[in-house]
């Protein structure tokens, strides 16, 4: 089966942890996504990837890092400088874009980070 | 930084009605697409309109876009239990093609 996975489902943290999410793509798609979903908000852009090697900052990347070494796979770290972590976390990919614009993105389950 | 406003924020209704959801957004756009997230879930792709198209069809799925009144519609005829979820719209901007800007969604409730 083709997809996004996202593990774990559930992930609880001490204050001061560094953290790191999972995200994996068979897709063999090109760009990568993280964003940050809030009780009742939309979607923040947290981080994003174009290519292998190659990321940029989203709207909300303070407290946050990523790495790209493969196409499959886009992790995220939060860490300890994040002052508020607790929230659910959504990673995408999509095709590199077309002509005119933007290809649908394809989302993984999510993570529910807890900070306790 | 959010681009969408989805209006109403929330919306109920029985089972057998139509559902209408709008979306405003404020730049020029290459497309706007319409995303669906059941409770506690990844978001699942619904439809994709671009600039030049007036209203797209997708099953149950009606979609209009306005670029003139930098608008669009999501109509969802005779509604499903299982489209309970909230509804969100994400722009594409034109000259910013690399992310899509995301809308704060319309939670729907639909009553058996």
């Known amino acids: 089966d083709g997809g996004i996975t996202q593990s774990p489902k559930y992930l609880f943290r001490k204050e001061g942890q560094n953290v790191t999410l999972s995200c994996e793509q068979n897709?063999?798609?090109?760009?990568m996504y993280w964003y940050r979903q809030d009780p009742g908000q939309g979607l923040r852009l947290i981080y994003y990837s174009q290519i292998v090697n190659d990321f940029q900052k989203g709207d909300i990347a303070e407290g946050y890092s990523v790495s790209r070494e493969k196409k499959e796979s886009f992790p995220l770290t939060v860490t300890s400088a994040q002052k508020n972590p607790t929230a659910f976390y959504l990673c995408?990919?999509?095709?590199?874009?077309?002509?005119?614009?933007?290809?649908?993105?394809?989302f993984g389950p999510g993570t529910r980070l807890t900070v306790l | 930084s959010q681009q969408g406003e989805e209006d109403p924020q929330a919306l109920s209704i029985q089972e057998g009605e139509n559902a209408t959801m709008n979306c405003s957004y404020k730049t020029s756009i290459n497309n706007l697409q319409w995303y669906r997230q059941n409770s506690g879930r990844g978001l699942v792709h619904l439809i994709l309109?671009?600039?030049n198209e007036r209203e797209k069809h997708s099953g149950r799925l009606r979609v209009t876009l306005d670029t003139s009144k930098k608008s669009s519609s999501l109509l969802i005829t005779a509604s499903r239990a299982a489209d309970t979820a909230s509804y969100f719209c994400?722009?594409?901007?034109?000259?910013?093609?690399?992310?899509?800007?995301w809308g704060l969604g319309t939670s729907l409730a639909v009553n058996p």
């Open positions: 995408a990919s999509s095709i590199a874009w077309g002509g005119d614009g933007y290809n649908e993105q394809f």
């Open positions: 994400a722009t594409v901007t034109r000259g910013n093609n690399r992310k899509l800007i």
């Open positions: 309109i671009r600039s």
């Open positions: 897709l063999n798609h090109d760009a």
